[in-house]
């Protein structure tokens, strides 16, 4: 069902072009009529025309943004409730709006007091990697990944068809959630993380570097993060996240008592129940 809204016939307008933004343009070159490209970076708008990404690019949205069937929102959390403030001013045509921030209760907020010509819904693709930029970007990021929708009471059956149509292209997996769900649930499995791979390295001092083999690796990979793409979402889930560690410190007090004490049953229960547990949560 299309509803209305053929991807091949529209123009579409991608706002930030740094990995997640450029890699979602690399997807849809070829996809739609016409598709444009906004960033802040005069470097950035260079490099996408250079390499043909994308159509046109502007660093004003007010350039582009009035040509655009379907407004893709690919910034940092910040960003993007910036931008949705502004976007009436931007354009005053009617356009489907997709933002593709990792918290969704406070730009759901955002959209919900767009004017009535916009026709808005909360998008989050489960993908990325710590490399950002254009340079990094990649075709098929988003391929076979789980990507959250979470729809508006006002958001139309013509913007899910856009959505559905979209994901197609990418070969992500779509996922209709609730927005106190999607950020309750990514504290725990995107946000914490980051901070748990930030302690981590924190804690290891600098003379272990000769010995840091591919747990350490694998384990403290978030660490390499920028913190200006993590900020925003920290500002945004607080209170899911004070909870999610909360829970952390617990466990770690649990261990921390039971090997203080030489009770090493106690350990290994706990770890051999942290087992199970690791093998559920990605198998289910």
């Known amino acids: 069902m299309d509803d209305g809204f053929f991807l091949k016939q529209s123009t579409i307008a991608i706002v930030g072009l740094g990995l997640m933004g450029g890699s979602l343009a690399l997807a849809l070159r070829g996809q739609c009529a016409c598709l444009l490209g906004i960033d802040s970076d005069p470097s950035v708008l260079e490099l996408a025309l250079r390499q043909n990404i994308v159509d046109q690019a502007a660093s004003d949205p007010a350039t582009l943004l009035p040509q655009a069937d379907l407004v893709i929102l690919a910034a940092p959390v910040p960003a993007i ?3 949705l403030e502004d976007l ?3 354009t005053p045509n009617p356009c489907i709006v997709l933002d593709l921030g990792s918290t969704k209760r406070a730009i759901l907020e955002k959209m919900a007091a767009l004017p009535e010509r916009f026709d808005p819904l909360g998008g989050h693709p489960i993908c990325g990697k ?3 930029s254009l340079a990094n970007a990649e075709r098929t990021l988003y391929y076979a990944a789980p990507f959250i929708l979470t729809p508006l009471p006002r958001t139309t059956s013509r913007a899910r ?3 559905g149509q979209l994901l197609s292209v990418l070969g992500a997996k779509p996922l209709w959630l609730d927005p106190v769900e999607h950020d309750h649930i990514l504290a725990r499995t995107s946000h914490l993380p980051f901070l748990l791979a930030s ?3 924190l804690a290891t001092p600098l003379e272990c570097a000769p010995l840091i083999g591919p747990g350490f690796r694998s384990t403290a990979r978030l660490a390499g993060t920028p913190s200006s793409m993590m900020m ?3 500002q945004t889930n607080r209170e899911n996240l004070l909870a999610a560690l909360e829970a952390v410190q617990d466990e770690l007090a649990l261990l921390t008592a039971a090997l203080a004490d030489y009770d090493y049953e106690t350990v290994q229960v706990t770890l051999d129940a942290a087992r199970e547990k690791y093998t559920q949560l990605i198998t289910s």
Do not use: M, Q
Request: zero cysteines; hydrophobic letters at 60%; charged letters at 15%.
């Open 81 to 83: 409730l910036s931008l």
């Open 88 to 90: 009436p001013d931007f």
């Open 130 to 132: 710590e490399k950002l």
């Open 161 to 163: 068809s856009a959505a």
């Open 199 to 201: 302690v981590l390295a």
């Open 232 to 234: 925003g979402i920290l």
